[in-house]
């Protein structure tokens, strides 16, 4: 149980060109998902916590225009990077969270490359 | 603001032996602390939860402890393998559906 799928698992695109990652809970509803940035040998940086149906909370320094992100339903988080430049390029993992609320759970990443 | 650290950045031991990390924080005690496993090019993948009234949670060969007094918590593996060759990342949750901050995690290597 428990599993967070997300896809693409990398993708590779131009600069200027935007892309969007899903993140999809397969066996369970999550009341919460979370957005994180991983760059090489650094742990993971929380980017934005969004609620179904809700907008999402955005962390200091994280430009809300640049990555959107919607929780359209329980089971389905997207997160957009728009306008994507060489620095954007990172491993990008989302984590979802039940109504029990105690445990995150982390879904493959996905390794974006902008070129 | 809270901080997390795990002080040793790399970590080898010989296989069979106990490897143990080690997850030191500031400021106040959380609800709750969890450890996860990150190999290579993954997300990480939740091993143990353990809350502030515990002090100690076991799952097979692994060991977590808590002392909310030295605000440290231990993690143990025993008879370990060179299968448990990951980052191990300390994770801090100050209350339900609220957000988890990270340590930088241990690398840790388990030689045949």
């Known amino acids: 149980g428990a599993v967070v799928s997300q896809h693409p698992s990398w993708v590779i695109c131009k600069s200027g060109t935007s892309v969007k990652i899903e993140c999809r809970s397969l066996d369970f509803q999550a009341t919460t998902m979370f957005w994180y940035r991983q760059f090489p040998k650094q742990s993971l940086m929380l980017m934005a916590t969004?609620?179904?149906?809700?907008?999402?909370?955005?962390e200091q320094g994280v430009e809300k225009d640049k990555f959107l992100i919607n929780h359209a339903s329980l089971t389905l988080s997207t997160l957009t990077v728009t306008s994507a430049h060489p620095e954007d390029s990172s491993f990008y993992i989302c984590?979802?969270?039940?109504?029990?609320?105690?445990?995150?759970?982390f879904g493959p990443g996905t390794r974006l490359l902008v070129l | 603001s809270q901080k997390i650290e795990q002080n040793s950045e790399a970590l080898n031991i010989q296989e069979g032996k106990t490897a143990t990390l080690t997850c030191n924080y500031t400021n106040y005690s959380p609800a709750y602390l969890q450890w996860y496993r990150q190999d290579p090019g993954r997300g990480p993948v939740f091993l143990l939860l353990?809350?502030?009234?515990?002090k100690e949670k076991r799952k097979e060969r692994l060991k977590v402890t808590f002392d909310t007094t030295l605000k440290q918590s231990l993690f143990h593996i025993t008879a370990s393998q060179p299968a448990d060759s990951a980052t191990y990342l300390c994770a801090l949750l100050y209350s339900s559906a609220s957000k988890i901050i990270f340590g930088s995690g241990t690398r840790l290597s388990i030689r045949p």
């Open positions: 969004s609620n179904e149906g809700s907008k999402a909370t955005y």
């Open positions: 984590s979802a969270q039940g109504d029990q609320g105690e445990t995150q759970y």
């Open positions: 353990i809350r502030e009234n515990e």
